[in-house]
């Protein structure tokens, strides 16, 4: 029986990481260094010190560090001028588990500073019964420890969660959690080793709701 839904945040309720990766490519590109689009992908729902560490041995001459700031800066600037997109069936899917007395949590990649004016501004907090951040936990994902911060803060047991990812590392820190896990994808698909783990791959978070009607009892 599923008691708690855990739900990512970029890519899968709020649709940041076109965005973010256009962002991403333009300013190191401003600063003459050409992103490899196949690493640019992979990076999707890492943990930032990660791929700032990463970034830093690859091009060890470059200010990593304030690129990844103007990143944020003008990653900012845009929700600002074109509001904070949410995906499609978000909002259905909050109402059928709320109706089902399910419990709702974010586990984010990002850090709480940058994640939580986005939950805000577009009212996914108020639906939440929980959040965890990047900066709250030792190892990011494709590592569980996200998913089982958000069980234990809940009192909820592994086996008795659903995850709701879009990347592929977000994917295994889910299996690895022994928590179930449906991928809807955003930006790259799973692989097959990834799917492979997954309860379903649906197009939308509208899809949830069929399987919550015949996994919630």
């Not at 990463?54 to 700031?69: G, I």
């Amino acid at each position: 029986m599923i008691k708690l839904v855990i739900f990512d945040m970029d890519g899968l309720m709020i649709d940041s990481e076109r965005p973010k990766a256009k962002l991403f490519v333009d300013i190191f590109a401003e600063h003459g260094i050409i992103l490899d689009p196949d690493y640019v992908t992979s990076t999707y729902g890492i943990n930032r010190k990660y791929v700032q560490a990463q970034l830093h041995e690859m091009y060890p001459d470059a200010d990593v560090d304030e690129y990844l700031a103007e990143k944020t800066r003008r990653t900012r600037q845009y929700f600002d001028e074109h509001g904070v997109p949410i995906k499609t069936g978000l909002f259905e899917l909050f109402e059928k588990i709320e109706n089902l007395g399910i419990l709702k949590a974010v586990a984010t990649s990002t850090d709480k500073p940058r994640a939580m004016p986005l939950l805000e501004e577009s009212h996914i907090d108020k639906h939440m019964d929980g959040f965890v951040f990047s900066d709250e936990i030792k190892n990011g994902k494709p590592a569980p420890d996200i998913f089982l911060t958000s069980a234990e803060k809940l009192g909820i047991a592994p086996s008795e969660c659903l995850v709701l990812e879009d990347s592929i590392p977000g994917i295994h820190a889910a299996h690895a959690a022994g928590m179930k896990v449906i991928c809807i994808p955003d930006l790259k698909n799973p692989d097959d080793e990834a799917r492979a783990m997954c309860e379903a791959v649906y197009p939308t978070l509208l899809d949830v709701i069929g399987y919550l009607d015949k996994n919630s009892k």
